[in-house]
């Protein structure tokens, strides 16, 4: 009788997340580790590496300002990136949760109908509403309201413009989803005791919503600081991002040694900010956001 399993016996908990597990291990833990194991590699020329052991690679990122001055950029472009969605992203969230239109489906999924079209595809599009033949500086020309075409396109300005374009869609549904747990009950009591609605947002309604838009925050920040596409289709050589430089030191100098370590800077960096944020808000809101 005690070979028999049970409904909560463990090695059947065990045998039924294994495969998940052995996922995550040969398609997140292992490559890691391997590029990991990399940033110790000897460079030698273009294409060409060493198993030699050496700490050249992280002496090199830590001594020169110009790495530095890459990653500091990118924390700020994903900081700005981040606090503009948390700014425009809260309204049309409170306005879903809050409109009593009887098919709030609809809204929903306009929200998600970005997602259908390809990422680059959108973030190409810009080029088309930015640039000197663009959609507006040709309405501004045949206005008359300016003689020449307005520089709006690869500068930090577009870069943010478009990261804002992909990354509000996460803000509205982390923050939508937050404001869906909330008792309305409380609202209505904060009105009988003499509240408006002002006091009444104030003090019951944004408080609660706030784990929602923390959730909103750092997964704006982590993916605009991550990002790849954007800086390199809408921004200049000047405003390219860590990610940029990544891609620049493995496929232009063919040096993996320091593109591992760089890799692995960025992955410590924003994993110390993730850990922040799970250390106080835990990571259950970003779950309940990403699933809508």
């Known amino acids: 009788m005690n070979n028999r399993w049970t409904l909560y016996d463990p090695r059947l908990a065990w045998m039924l997340v294994a495969p998940v597990l052995l996922l995550l291990i040969f398609f997140l833990l292992l490559p890691i580790a391997v590029m990991a194991t990399y940033t110790f590699f000897t460079f030698v020329t273009a294409g060409v590496e060493t198993s030699a052991l050496t700490t050249a690679n992280w002496q090199e990122f830590f001594t020169d300002s110009y790495y530095a001055g890459f990653l500091l950029k990118t924390l700020r472009v994903g900081a700005i990136t981040a606090l503009l969605c948390g700014v425009l992203g809260y309204f049309p969230a409170y306005f879903i949760w809050a409109t009593s239109f009887k098919h709030k489906w609809l809204l929903l999924l306009l929200l998600i109908v970005p997602f259908w079209i390809s990422f680059t ?3 190409f599009s ?13 309405a501004l020309l045949k206005m008359g309201i300016i003689s020449e075409p307005l520089p709006m396109l690869y500068n930090e300005g577009a870069v943010i413009l478009g990261l804002l374009h992909f990354l ?3 803000m509205i549904l982390n923050v939508y989803v937050s404001l869906e747990g909330i008792d309305r009950t409380l609202i209505a009591a904060a009105r009988s005791m003499g509240c408006t609605s002002a006091q009444a947002f104030r003090e019951v309604t944004l408080p609660l919503s706030l784990p929602g838009l923390a959730a909103g925050l750092l997964l704006c920040f982590v993916l605009a600081a991550g990002s790849y596409v954007t800086p390199q289709l809408l921004g200049s050589g000047r405003d390219a991002l860590f990610g940029n430089l990544i891609y620049d ?6 040096n993996w040694p320091m593109g591992a370590t760089l890799s692995i800077v960025l992955f410590l960096v924003l ?5 922040i944020y799970t250390r106080y808000m835990g990571m259950s809101q970003i779950v309940k956001g990403l699933g809508g």
């Open 271 to 275: 994993g110390f900010f993730a850990a």
């Open 121 to 123: 595809i959108r973030t």
């Open 168 to 170: 509000l869609p996460y």
């Open 126 to 138: 810009w080029i088309n509403i930015l640039g000197e033949q663009g959609v507006i500086n040709v």
């Open 249 to 254: 030191t493995i496929m232009g100098e063919l």
